[in-house]
C-alpha cells in the first residue's frame, strides 16, 4: 500500500483500526476494510439522536453553511425566521447500546485530548 518512499498512493483505500472490547474486559486489535465507498469522508455539521428498543440511530447532516451563519444575522435583523431548514441527510448509523457507550467513551477521550492540547498551546503562547 505505499511506494519506496514510504507515501501511501492517491487510490489507495484507507483501512480503519482499533480494538474491539470483547465480555470480561478483553480488547483484540481489529481492521476495518473498506466496502464500496466506505472510506470516503462523509461531512456533516448537524447530528440527531433517536432512541429505538435496543437502538440508538444516529443522523449525520449537512446544512449549508451560509444558511447557517445567514440566521443569525437575520435574526439580529428582525427579518422573518424560516418555518424550518432543508438539509442533507449523509449518513444514518444504527448502534446497539453497547457500541453507544463505547463511542460515548472514545469521544470523552479524544475531547479531553484536544482540551489538554489547546491548554498546552495556551500555555506555551504566553510563554
Known amino acids: 500500500m505505499s511506494d519506496a518512499k514510504g507515501?501511501?498512493?492517491?487510490d489507495a483505500p484507507i483501512v480503519a483500526t482499533g480494538a474491539a472490547?470483547?465480555?470480561?474486559?478483553?480488547?483484540?486489535?481489529?481492521r476495518l476494510v473498506p466496502v464500496r465507498d466506505s472510506d470516503q469522508p462523509i461531512v456533516a455539521n448537524y447530528t440527531a439522536l433517536n432512541v429505538a428498543p435496543g437502538m440508538v440511530f444516529v443522523d449525520f447532516?449537512?446544512?449549508e453553511p451560509g444558511m447557517l451563519a445567514a440566521l443569525?444575522?437575520?435574526?439580529?435583523?428582525?427579518?422573518?425566521?424560516?418555518?424550518?431548514?432543508?438539509?442533507k441527510l449523509a449518513a444514518r448509523v444504527a448502534l446497539g447500546y453497547d457500541a453507544v457507550a463505547q463511542l460515548h467513551q472514545q469521544l470523552g477521550r479524544v475531547l479531553t485530548s484536544l482540551s489538554e492540547a489547546a491548554s498546552k498551546a495556551a500555555q506555551a503562547k504566553k510563554t
Not at 443569525?72 to 427579518?79: D, N, S
Open 7 to 10: 507515501k501511501k498512493p492517491d
Open 21 to 30: 472490547t470483547i465480555p470480561g474486559e478483553k480488547t483484540l486489535p481489529l
Open 61 to 63: 447532516g449537512f446544512i
Open 72 to 87: 443569525p444575522r437575520l435574526a439580529r435583523e428582525g427579518g422573518k425566521m424560516p418555518e424550518s431548514l432543508n438539509g
